[in-house]
């Protein structure tokens, strides 16, 4: 049975940091590209950074510079290192799988950015 589960998650400043985690079994971990999406109240679910199996990155144009994706492939575990946030990061954080045609989805995370 593949699971993600997502870890990290909480209330942070304006301006303050978080680390998310994310947890796989059931996978080939090293395998899969990574992903984390954000999904904030009233919009639609937005690609956060991505990083493959090779270990290379990607990242929205929101968090480029903010935000960091990384992953330990003895963990099986991917993280999401933010700086700087914003009020406009609160959403719900979700992990993605991805080895195609393999995709799989963590419950998500809540991150709320508020003073």
């Known amino acids: 049975q593949v699971q ?9 400043q304006p ?23 954000r999904q904030a109240p009233g919009k639609q679910r937005e690609l956060v950074a991505i990083i493959t ?25 991917v993280y999401l290192q933010g700086t700087s946030l914003k009020p406009e990061d609160t959403a719900v954080y979700y992990c993605n799988a991805v080895w195609r045609p393999r995709d799989y989805w963590g419950q998500g995370t809540q991150v709320t950015v508020s003073s």
Not at 16 to 27: K, M, N
Not at 53 to 70: E, L
């Open 53 to 77: 199996s090779g270990g290379s990155t990607n990242y929205a144009d929101s968090v480029k510079g903010r935000f960091t994706i990384s992953r330990d492939n003895a963990k099986n575990t």
């Open 4 to 12: 993600l589960v997502e870890s990290g998650g909480g209330l942070v």
């Open 15 to 37: 301006g303050g940091s978080l680390r998310l985690s994310c947890a796989a079994s059931g996978i080939i971990f090293r395998l899969y590209a990574m992903s984390w999406y």
